[in-house]
């Protein structure tokens, strides 16, 4: 099975802050991979789709990147209510793996 | 408005059967699959497995498989998944998700049902 492994496990950033958070699959997904955040008792929510694509709605301080086995989801600028904690999932085939997520404060 | 609606919180005994519905409204019942996922207490995102309503195939994680059976109800737009065998590490938010099906290639899961946790203990 592939394995998405997701860095860092958790920061700390300031508002304003650029943040970058790296997941990577042990074998090549092509671009089928998602971002999503999960904030504090909620129900995940599907940022990023296709590597890159955002999903309506979603702030475009959000941006992805990547593909094959190395992938990017960086907050241009952060924000209070961006505090949440964020999962990679592949989604090409069985296991649909997550990423063991990143959680991310607000220094 | 697409909404996926999940059954009630569940307490169960070690060694018993769990079963979840997940019901489906806004959108056709047919050309999605339906996944679950589960989230043990302060843990990460845990994938189940896939029910395809409109042929009842499934596809189960392999950590599940021989526990888990998913079915569905066309003519309610419901999903059920039963876990068998429980024990405390069962005890987690199962959630239903929603993937499109469309053209031959794989799309996220876009709208999740609200949770259903399940506590396990003696």
């Known amino acids: 099975d592939i394995q998405m492994t997701q860095s860092p496990s958790s920061l700390s950033a300031s508002v304003g802050d650029r943040v970058t958070i790296t997941c990577r699959a042990s074998?090549?997904?092509?671009?089928?991979l998602a971002w999503y955040q999960q904030k504090p008792g909620k129900v995940p929510k599907l940022l990023i789709y296709?590597?890159?694509t955002l999903q309506s709605g979603v702030p475009s301080r959000f941006s992805g990147s990547g593909s094959g086995t190395d992938f990017t989801l960086t907050i241009s600028s952060l924000q209070p209510e961006d505090v949440a904690t964020y999962y990679c999932?592949?989604?090409?085939?069985?296991?649909?793996?997550f990423g063991q997520g990143t959680q991310v404060e607000i220094k | 408005q697409v909404q996926l609606v999940q059954s009630g919180a569940e307490v169960k005994k070690p060694g018993a059967s769990v079963k979840v519905s997940c019901k489906t409204s806004?959108?056709?019942?047919?050309?999605?699959?339906v996944h679950w996922v589960r989230q043990a207490p302060g843990q990460g995102l845990e994938w189940v497995g896939w029910?395809?309503?409109?042929?009842?195939?499934?596809n189960y994680a392999q950590n599940f498989q021989g526990r888990v059976t998913m079915t569905r109800d066309s003519s309610h737009s419901t999903v059920y998944m039963e876990l068998s065998r429980l024990t405390s590490d069962d005890t987690a938010v199962y959630y239903c998700?929603?993937?499109?099906?469309?053209?031959?290639?794989?799309?996220?899961?876009?709208?999740w049902g609200q949770g259903t946790l399940v506590s396990v203990s003696s």
């Open positions: 074998q090549g997904i092509s671009n089928y």
């Open positions: 806004g959108s056709t019942f047919i050309g999605y699959y």
């Open positions: 029910i395809n309503p409109a042929n009842g195939g499934t």
């Open positions: 999932q592949k989604y090409n085939s069985a296991p649909w793996t």
């Open positions: 998700a929603r993937e499109t099906v469309s053209g031959g290639t794989w799309y996220p899961f876009d709208y």
């Open positions: 296709a590597a890159s």
